[in-house]
């Protein structure tokens, strides 16, 4: 069912502890962490502690969440004195999304492009 934990899903096992995480902040709705291959100096992963597969999804059945991910990243932003920083929603494997839980991308520490690559 929507919004259930996965059991084949990475980052359900991270919320539910099962996966070692480098946690930055933790909600009652969102969970953030360090990315392991990150893309920049800051590169955190913020996600909700429901399941919905992409950000669309999630947005459409739970607004009040995804808007908690776009506060705690600009929080987490903050904590990390970041002046300018992106936020990043991938969705579908076109585009490089290779976990299938809604998740943000928070990047800074360095001068981006646009468009991005």
């Known amino acids: 069912m929507p919004g259930d934990p996965q059991d084949d899903c ?5 919320v539910a502890g099962h996966i070692p995480a480098t946690i930055v902040r933790e909600t009652d709705t969102t969970v953030a962490f360090r990315d392991i291959n990150p893309q920049a100096p800051t590169h955190v992963l913020v996600i909700p502690r429901v399941h919905y597969p992409d950000a669309a999804s999630l947005a459409a059945a739970e607004p009040a969440v995804a808007a908690d991910i776009l506060r ?3 929080g987490i932003a903050a904590d990390e004195k970041l002046d300018s920083y ?26 981006m492009t646009w468009p991005p690559g």
Not at 10 to 14: A, E, G, Q, T, V
Not at 92 to 101: N, P
């Open 10 to 14: 990475l980052f359900c096992k991270i």
């Open 86 to 111: 992106r936020i990043v929603f991938n969705t579908g494997t076109g585009v490089g999304q290779t976990v299938f839980h809604a998740h943000a991308h928070l990047l800074g520490g360095r001068g």
């Open 72 to 74: 705690d990243a600009g």
